[in-house]
Structure formats: structure tokens, C-alpha cells
């Protein structure tokens, strides 16, 4: 079951040959986690997506309040039997005719929900490597921050961890500092201070790394920073770990000849699922 433009339904049913976020990209999304029937961080998904719409010069129907953003989650939830918890990605495309210029800013959306096994956090693999990907770089630009449905960086950088027995791989930017994982937000622990990209770098504005950031600053003793991050500064880190807002917390076990401990990344996910109230 799909939510289109409203309306509960066994599909979309678009034309694909014709859809702007199809055939040129000319889509933004929210991937969100709705547990016993809350959205979690819904204010934060909200206004993300806003912004995104302004920013790709998208019509924002008046109807679109974070009241009904809500409803059309909660209402597609509903369509399904006995599941606690949702992978929901909430798709705007712009609609109509037109090749890279639009005939019109007006806007439809399509919300699709994939049932997940577990409603709290936890750390899904307890042995996790990376590597980096230096085949393609992340702009520096506002572009780069915004989920959108050019992924093909994304994608083929997947691609290459799966064919050399990686779990994941850094990106870095056009002036090779380190940006993101491929599907995740990083950050790096050195003595007591956390160190995560800033925005400005080019790394997805990522809402579970403002929910990390906002319980980091609450930690005793622990200083975080917003901070350019070169390679050469990962062999040196005590723990890396990756946020992202479906499985949480993902510590980095291996980086090359470097092994890092997951202490305090158990610790931060305690906190989240506490500050959630899950357990």
C-alpha cells in the first residue's frame, strides 16, 4: 500500500515515461522512522523537507503543515496488520510536463512504508569496516546537504564496498576532507572530544546527527565540535561511528591497519533510547 497525493492505495500507478523525478531527478524525500505509531523527530523531518522544496524552487501547496504531514504517515501506517514500526520515505516530485526547465512549480507526492523488525536502537554488527571512496567527490554546495533523488554517488560507491568486502565506505569532497558515509553522517571521537563535519563541508543535514549533536552537548566532560576531518585524522581517532535515522548508531570497527573500540558509541545509543523513551 501507497499514500498518493492523499489517497490509500495498492499503488501510485505513474506514468514513469513522463515523471519529472524519474527521468531528470526533480524529487526530494524524507526517509522516516515511525514507531507504535509515532513519527519520530517529526518537527525535524518537517521543516527539513520544507526547506528542501524551497531551495529546489518547489511550490509549497497550502495544505502542507507538519499537522498533515503527520496524518498522511499515520494514516498509510494504518493500512498495515500488526507492525510496530515503519521505514517510511516520503517522496515530493514536481509534476507536469517539461525537460530540465518545468512548465509548472506544483508539486505531488507519493509516501511508501517498509515494516521493520526492531523498534528500538541497537548496534546492528558488531564488526563493521570501511574504506574510502576516492572515485567520485561530494561538492561543496547547499545541493549536496539536501536528500534528493540524485544518488548515483551513493549508489555506485555501494557498489564498490559490496565488491571489495566492505560494509561501508567515507566520501570525501573536492578538497579531500571527509564529508559522510555513503548512507550515514560520521563522527570521531579523540580523547574527550567529538568531531563531526560541519554542513558547510557538504554532508547530508542529517537529522539524526542533530539529534547525536543535541546529546553529545548534554554529556559530561565531552567536548563536540563541528570541524574539518582529514583522512590522516581517522587513523588517529579512539572510536568512529556513523548516525543515521533508521538504524541509529553504527560504530566503525575497521578503517585499513586501524581497529577502534565501541564503548561510547554503546553509550550514545543507550541515551537515545532513553531520550525516546525506548526499550
Not at 522512522?33 to 524552487?57: G, Q, T
Not at 523498534?119 to 567527490?137: G, M
Request: proline residues 3%.
Amino acid at each position: 500500500m501507497v499514500n498518493f497525493n492523499g489517497t490509500i492505495q495498492e499503488s501510485s500507478k505513474i506514468v514513469i515515461e513522463s515523471n519529472r523525478g524519474f527521468l531528470v531527478g526533480d524529487a526530494v524525500f524524507e526517509t522516516i522512522k515511525v514507531v507504535n505509531n509515532k513519527v519520530l523527530f517529526l518537527e525535524d523531518h518537517y521543516f527539513r523537507l520544507m526547506a528542501s522544496m524551497r531551495i529546489c524552487r518547489m511550490e509549497i501547496p497550502m495544505l502542507f503543515t507538519m499537522e498533515y504531514f503527520e496524518e498522511q504517515i499515520l494514516q498509510l501506517v494504518a493500512s498495515f496488520s500488526q507492525n510496530q514500526s515503519f521505514r517510511i520515505r516520503f517522496s515530493i516530485y514536481r509534476a507536469g510536463a517539461g525537460f530540465y526547465a518545468p512548465v509548472s512549480n506544483e508539486v505531488e507526492f507519493i509516501i511508501s512504508a517498509t515494516p521493520l523488525q526492531q523498534d528500538v536502537y541497537q548496534i546492528e554488527k558488531e564488526q563493521y569496516e570501511v574504506e574510502l571512496y576516492k572515485d567520485f567527490y561530494i561538492p561543496k554546495q547547499l545541493l549536496s546537504t539536501l536528500k534528493t533523488n540524485n544518488k548515483m554517488l551513493q549508489i555506485v560507491g555501494t557498489i564498490f564496498a559490496k565488491e571489495n568486502g566492505y560494509d561501508n565506505c567515507i566520501l570525501l569532497n573536492e578538497e579531500k576532507n571527509v564529508v559522510e558515509a555513503l548512507q550515514n553522517n560520521l563522527f570521531m571521537k579523540m580523547g574527550n572530544e567529538i568531531v563531526t563535519p560541519p554542513i558547510s563541508e557538504g554532508c547530508l543535514n542529517g537529522i539524526m546527527r542533530k539529534q547525536v549533536l543535541e546529546l553529545l552537548k548534554k554529556m559530561e566532560g565531552i567536548i563536540v565540535k563541528e570541524a574539518i576531518i582529514s583522512p590522516f585524522d581517522l587513523q588517529k581517532a579512539d572510536e568512529l561511528f556513523l548516525t543515521n535515522v533508521i538504524s541509529g548508531i553504527q560504530p566503525i570497527t575497521n578503517y585499513r591497519k586501524k581497529s577502534y573500540t565501541i564503548d561510547f558509541s554503546k553509550i550514545v545509543v543507550s541515551q537515545l533510547n532513553a531520550s525516546l523513551n525506548l526499550s
